[in-house]
T-cell receptor, first 116, second 110 residues
Framework: KAGVTQTPRYLIKTRGQQVTLSCSPISGHRSVSWYQQTPGQGLQFLFEYFSETQRNKGNFPGRFSGRQFSNSRSEMNVSTLELGDSALYLC???????????????FGPGTRLTVL | KNEVEQSPQNLTAQEGEFITINCSYSVGISALHWLQQHPGGGIVSLFMLSSGKKKHGRLIATINIQEKHSSLHITASHPRDSAVYICAVHIIQGAQKLVFGQGTRLTINP
């Protein structure tokens, strides 16, 4: 089975712009979670989508949003970029069903976003 | 105080040594994950456990729910084990989320 894929792998934007990142989960996985990794804050949970609905959410401002399509592919959008948004953005998919929660996470390679 | 604390933050050992990385947490959890991150960023899930002990090859993970503590052991360590090891806990407080430790950077010298 193919692993989790993320596009693009690298991205450079300027302050105030917006960005959309894409994640394709492992076939059959319906849960997609997004994470931000920075040197200062480490890994932080952004949100999780399951069956096209945001099921869980971390403590990030509303500038960070996402969606999931019927084929389980997910996109994450960050509007009005700030310098502090420079980070590695990782998505992970899992088999987690129903109320069983996030489940074992299978990570993609990440998108490295640089905001100038 | 962070909800998840790992120790040590950095660990350097010689090939063949037995390695232990510890993770303590302060909240109620439904599961704990051990992750491995190599230079370049890729993260691999090593274990997800909610009780007892799991073993995969040279890796062993244990968890003590009452003491809110987990350990990751590596037997017969090898330079290819050099990576950052991250503990993450699955918290259910209304919504569910993963909360991560700060990671342990392991270097195994030949």
């Amino acid at each position: 089975k193919a692993g989790v894929t993320q596009t693009p792998r690298y991205l450079i934007k300027t302050r105030g712009q917006q960005v959309t990142l894409s994640c394709s989960p492992i076939s059959g996985h319906r849960s997609v979670s997004w994470y931000q990794q920075t040197p200062g804050q480490g890994l932080q949970f952004l949100f999780e989508y399951f069956s096209e609905t945001q099921r869980n959410k971390g403590n990030f401002p509303g500038r960070f949003s996402g969606r999931q399509f019927s084929n389980s592919r997910s996109e994450m959008n960050v509007s009005t970029l700030e310098l502090g948004d420079s980070a590695l953005y990782l998505c992970a998919s899992s088999l987690a069903e129903g109320a069983t929660g996030l489940g074992e996470q299978f990570f993609g390679p990440g998108t490295r976003l640089t905001v100038l | 105080k962070n909800e998840v604390e790992q120790s040590p933050q950095n660990l350097t050992a010689q090939e063949g040594e037995f390695i232990t990385i510890n993770c303590s947490y302060s909240v109620g959890i439904s599961a704990l994950h051990w992750l491995q991150q190599h230079p370049g960023g890729g993260i691999v899930s090593l274990f997800m456990l909610s009780s007892g002990k799991k073993k995969h090859g040279r890796l062993i993970a244990t968890i003590n729910i009452q003491e809110k503590h987990s350990s990751l052991h590596i037997t017969a360590s090898h330079p290819r084990d050099s990576a950052v090891y991250i503990c993450a806990v699955h918290i259910i407080q209304g919504a569910q989320k993963l909360v991560f430790g700060q990671g342990t950077r392991l270097t195994i010298n030949p």
